[in-house]
C-alpha cells in the first residue's frame, strides 16, 4: 500500500474508481478534496495500489470547544481546565474531517492500518514539529461510531449512548495521550 497527498495524484479516472458505499464520502474525494487542498484548509492522504485508491483521510487544525459539564468531566482526567463551568474553552486539536475506505478492501484492517498512520502523524505533528495540540476529534456518521470507538475515541458534549440525542454527526474526541499509548509510545 503505497502514501501519497491527493496534490500527488492527478488522474481523474484513477481517482474515480474509489467507492467506498457512501456517496458523500465517495463525493469529497472526487470533488472538493484537490480544491481543499489548493487553499490549505485541509489536507488529504490517500493510499493506493497500482490499479486503485484503497482510502483516505483529510485532516485540518482545529480547536474543540469545552461546552458542557460532560466535556469538563472527561477532559478533566488528563488536562486541568479552569473550575468555571459556565466558561468555554478552546483547545487545540486534529480533526479528522474524513475518512474512507474503498469497499474493496473494507474489512481487511485497512481502517486500521490508515488509522495507525494517522495517529503516527499526530504525534510527529506534536513532538517533531513542536506544535500543541490535545488530540484528535471528528464528526462521525452514526455507522461509523463502533469502528471509532474500537480506537477508544469518546464523546464529545453528552454521553450519546444515555441520553435521547440522534444528531446527524457524533462528535467524538481521542486525547494524545491515549494515541500514544495505543502507538505503544507510553507505557
Known amino acids: 500500500m503505497k502514501k501519497s497527498n491527493i ?3 492527478t488522474d481523474e479516472k ?6 467506498c458505499g457512501n456517496d458523500l464520502l465517495n463525493n469529497y474525494l ?5 480544491h481543499d487542498e489548493s487553499n490549505n484548509t485541509h489536507s488529504t492522504t490517500v493510499f493506493y495500489n497500482d490499479d486503485k485508491i484503497i482510502g483516505y483521510y483529510t485532516v485540518s487544525a ?3 470547544v469545552m461546552e458542557t459539564s460532560y466535556d469538563r468531566t472527561n477532559f478533566n482526567k488528563e488536562h486541568q481546565l479552569p473550575e468555571d463551568n459556565n466558561q468555554r474553552i478552546n483547545l487545540p486539536a486534529i480533526e479528522l474531517s474524513w475518512f474512507a475506505v474503498d469497499r474493496e478492501f473494507q474489512g481487511n484492517y485497512v ?3 490508515m488509522m495507525r498512520q494517522l495517529f503516527s502523524d499526530i504525534i510527529q505533528v506534536r513532538h517533531i514539529f513542536n506544535i500543541g495540540l490535545i488530540g484528535v476529534c ?12 474500537r480506537f477508544n475515541f469518546e464523546y ?3 454521553d450519546y449512548d444515555n441520553t435521547p440525542l440522534y444528531p446527524p ?3 467524538l474526541y481521542l486525547s494524545l495521550q491515549k494515541i500514544s499509548e495505543i502507538m505503544g509510545y507510553l507505557n
Open 14 to 19: 484513477f481517482i474515480k474508481k474509489f467507492d
Open 156 to 158: 464529545l458534549h453528552y
Open 169 to 171: 454527526t457524533y462528535p
Open 7 to 9: 496534490s500527488g495524484l
Open 138 to 149: 471528528v464528526a462521525s456518521l452514526p455507522n461509523a461510531v463502533e469502528f471509532y470507538n
Open 30 to 34: 472526487y470533488d472538493e478534496s484537490i
Open 62 to 64: 482545529s480547536i474543540i
Open 111 to 113: 481502517g486500521t492500518a
